[in-house]
């Protein structure tokens, strides 16, 4: 259970790592934080490695591709410093 917590409560710290950083022009923070922490999943997590990694690919893919249609469409846009 201790597991499940640790890792969800990094997978927030990540997700906030990658979000504040960026809106004052930071970009590099979160990529570099949410990669820490992938390894850090990897080394502890063996044993679900490889499907954590087709799920993390999944997601990255489906999130550009996603961004990328909202933006495309005008839907959503970013700050200046964050392009």
Known sequence: ??????????????WLMA????????????PIFSLCWLGFHMVYYPSTRLAD????MSAA???YAVDSLLV??????FPEQAQ
């Open 1 to 14: 259970m201790i597991h499940f917590i640790l890792n969800a409560v990094l997978f927030d710290l990540a």
């Open 19 to 30: 979000v504040v950083p960026a809106a004052h022009g930071w970009t590099w923070i979160g």
């Open 53 to 56: 990694l087709k799920l993390c």
């Open 61 to 63: 893919l489906l999130g």
């Open 72 to 77: 495309l469409n005008g839907l959503m846009s």
